[in-house]
C-alpha cells in the first residue's frame, strides 16, 4: 500500500541551525501539506502546497520557514535557523483531488 | 473559521465497555469531518470520515461516528474497547475535501484491564 515517507524519523539540531526536513508523498498526489505537533499539544496547519506554490500558510510559518518540491518527488520543509520551539514533531501530508489527506509517520525534530 | 472541540484530553474506559470519545464541531459551511489516531511514537492514521454522504460512518477497528447537525457534534464511538485501542485520537474538520484540515487537541483513551 504506498504511503507518505518522512526522513529522518528523528533529527536533532543546535539552535541556530538550519535544517530541512524531508518527504516523499505518495507518487499521484497533488496537494501536500506540512504540519506540526508541539510535545502534548494539538497538531497545528503549517502550510499547503499545490501546483508548485504555496496555496495556504498559517500564521506560524514565518519567513524561517520555505517548503519546496525540488524533482517532483520529494517535497522538504526547511527552517532556517531553529529556535528552541521549533522542538516539535513534524508531519507531511499528501492527497489526490477529493480524497483524504495520508500523514506520514513523522520527523521528531529536538532543538537543543 | 472552523473548529473543532474535544471533550477530554482523557478518557479512560474498561476493556470491553463502550468507548465514547466527544467532539464538537464549528463550521459556516457543511463540513467534512474526520478521526484520526496516532498510536504511541506514531503518525496520523485515519479512523474515519464524513463527506455528506450517510450521516452515521463506519471506520476502521471497530469505530463509527454519527454527524449530528443539531448538535454540531461527530462523537467517535466502538460497542467494546479492546487494549489495542490505547492511543490519541484526533477529531478534524475541513471546508471540503481540498482544503487543510484542523484538528482538535486530542484525547488520549486508556483502555483499563
Known amino acids: 500500500e504506498p504511503e507518505v515517507t518522512q526522513t529522518p524519523s528523528h533529527q536533532v539540531t543546535q539552535m541556530g541551525q538550519e535544517v530541512i526536513l524531508r518527504c516523499v508523498p505518495i507518487s499521484n498526489h497533488l496537494y501536500f501539506y506540512w504540519y506540526r505537533q508541539i510535545l502534548g499539544q494539538k497538531v497545528e496547519f503549517l502550510v499547503s502546497?499545490?501546483?508548485?506554490?504555496?496555496?495556504?500558510k498559517s500564521e506560524i510559518f514565518d519567513d524561517q520557514f520555505s517548503v519546496e518540491r525540488p524533482d517532483g518527488s520529494n517535497f522538504t520543509l526547511k527552517i532556517r535557523s531553529t529556535k528552541l520551539e521549533d522542538s516539535a514533531m513534524y508531519f507531511c501530508?499528501?492527497?489526490?483531488?477529493?480524497?483524504?489527506?495520508?500523514f506520514g509517520q513523522g520527523t521528531r525534530l529536538t532543538v537543543v | 473559521a472552523q473548529s473543532v472541540t474535544q471533550l477530554g484530553s482523557h478518557v479512560s474506559v474498561s476493556e470491553g465497555a463502550l468507548v465514547l470519545l466527544r467532539c464538537n464541531y464549528s463550521s459556516s459551511v457543511p463540513p467534512y469531518l474526520f478521526w484520526y489516531v496516532q498510536y504511541p511514537n506514531q503518525g496520523l492514521q485515519l479512523l474515519l470520515k464524513y463527506t455528506s454522504a450517510a450521516t452515521l460512518v463506519k471506520g476502521i477497528n471497530g469505530f463509527e461516528a454519527e454527524f449530528k447537525k443539531s448538535e454540531t457534534s461527530f462523537h467517535l464511538t466502538k460497542p467494546s474497547a479492546h487494549m489495542s485501542d490505547a492511543a490519541e485520537y484526533f477529531c478534524?474538520?475541513?471546508?471540503?475535501?481540498?482544503?487543510?484540515?484542523?484538528f482538535g487537541k486530542g484525547t488520549r483513551l486508556h483502555i483499563l484491564p
Open positions: 478534524a474538520v475541513s471546508m471540503n475535501r481540498d482544503d487543510k484540515i484542523i
Open positions: 501530508a499528501s492527497r489526490r483531488v477529493n480524497t483524504e489527506a495520508f
Open positions: 502546497f499545490y501546483n508548485n506554490e504555496i496555496s495556504e
